[in-house]
T-cell receptor, first 109, second 118 residues
Framework: SQTIHQWPATLVQPVGSPLSLECTVEGTSNPNLYWYRQAAGRGLQLLFYSVGIGQISSEVPQNLSASRPQDRQFILSSKKLLLSDSGFYLC????????FGSGTRLTVV | AQTVTQSQPEMSVQEAETVTLSCTYDTSESDYYLFWYKQPPSRQMILVIRQEAYKQQNATENRFSVNFQKAAKSFSLKISDSQLGDAAMYFCAYRSARLAGGSEKLVFGKGTKLTVNP
């Protein structure tokens, strides 16, 4: 069966520091991959999605970037974090239905 | 663009009773999918139920069922025999049947926080 792994679970980073969140999927090939952000415990905002290696689409302009170096690996990055980057980040994969990882709670201080 | 509206920020229900969460959506498409996701305090997003717009029959998963009214663009979730473990945020979501750029992007509502009282 398919599983999705996301880490770390919790992260506290100072303003201006870099960020790297990683997500991997097992049990499937060439999945569509997504990064969502959930601010203030409410709605989900799609940040990036990828339909294949090296193919990244950005939904909103922001301080973050994404990369897909391998078929089942999706990375969310930032060179310099802002306070407004704090939130709960969820990685997901889809085949007709979206399945989520366990999330990363990022606090920028 | 499609939008999803959940008009109830918070709901509460007594254990063992039934509760209905509302969701409406706006779209000009005729073929799409609708979902309910549950987010418990652990914040893991869990798929509860899925409905294909071309199906007239309402989807059911154990104690969870939906009332899908395509003409009214309404998609409510009914939880029967509510349990303490049902306490969570519930999100309604829409996905077009057409793949936009090859992806299956979902549009989410803002969620309804469900409290289950013992």
């Amino acid at each position: 069966s398919q599983t999705i792994h996301q880490w770390p679970a919790t992260l506290v980073q100072p303003v201006g520091s870099p960020l790297s969140l990683e997500c991997t999927v097992e049990g499937t090939s060439n999945p569509n991959l997504y990064w969502y952000r959930q601010a203030a415990g409410r709605g989900l905002q799609l940040l990036f999605y990828s339909v294949g290696i090296g193919q990244i689409s950005s939904e909103v302009p922001q301080n973050l970037s994404a990369s897909r170096p391998q078929d089942r690996q999706f990375i969310l990055s930032s060179k310099k974090l802002l306070l407004s980057d704090s939130g709960f980040y969820l990685c997901a994969w889809s085949v007709l239905t979206l399945y989520f990882g366990s999330g990363t709670r990022l606090t920028v201080v | 663009a499609q939008t999803v509206t959940q008009s109830q920020p918070e709901m509460s229900v007594q254990e063992a009773e039934t509760v209905t969460l509302s969701c409406t959506y706006d779209t000009s498409e005729s073929d799409y999918y609708l979902f309910w996701y549950k987010q418990p305090p652990s914040r893991q997003m869990i798929l509860v139920i899925r409905q294909e717009a071309y199906k007239q029959q309402n989807a059911t998963e154990n104690r969870f069922s939906v009332n899908f009214q395509k003409a009214a663009k309404s998609f409510s979730l009914k939880i029967s025999d509510s349990q303490l473990g049902d306490a969570a945020m519930y999100f309604c979501a829409y996905r077009s049947a057409r793949l936009a750029g090859g992806s299956e992007k979902l549009v989410f509502g803002k969620g309804t926080k469900l409290t289950v009282n013992p």
